[in-house]
């Protein structure tokens, strides 16, 4: 079964519907139980597939600037990650 690319969290969210049998959202604010219960979960269940597989939409390479101040333990250096980061998937050097 083909499934077509959701174009924001609202279609995402009736794609998931669908499967259950539920009636689509007009939108994430609607006053009802499925569209509170996608708005309290869909970012952290967003993220924790992002995170499980090198998906190549949801990827970026990043030149990171060191940190000024010396790190804790035995490394001389640290590189903060950007906010959006999810996961670090390769370090060279």
Same mark, same amino acid.
């Given at each position: 079964?083909?499934?077509?690319?959701?174009?924001?969290?609202?279609?995402?969210?009736?794609?998931?519907? @669908?499967? /259950?049998?539920?009636?689509?959202?007009? @939108? /994430?604010?609607?006053?009802?139980?499925?569209?509170?219960?996608? $708005?309290?979960?869909?970012?952290?269940? $967003?993220?924790?597939?992002? $995170?499980?597989?090198?998906?190549?939409?949801?990827?970026?390479?990043?030149?990171?600037?060191?940190?000024?101040?010396?790190?804790?333990?035995?490394?001389t250096k640290s590189?903060? #990650?950007?906010?959006?980061? /999810?996961?670090? #998937?390769e370090i060279e050097?």
């Amino acid at each position: 079964m083909a499934f077509d690319r959701a174009r924001d969290e609202t279609g995402a969210a009736n794609g998931a519907l @669908s499967h /259950l049998g539920e009636g689509r959202l007009s @939108s /994430l604010n609607e006053n009802r139980p499925a569209a509170g219960y996608i $708005r309290d979960h869909f970012g952290s269940v $967003r993220d924790a597939l992002l $995170r499980e597989y090198d998906w190549n939409f949801a990827s970026r390479w990043e030149t990171l600037a060191a940190d000024p101040t010396l790190p804790e333990g035995t490394f001389t250096k640290s590189y903060p #990650l950007p906010a959006a980061c /999810l996961r670090a #998937l390769e370090i060279e050097g």
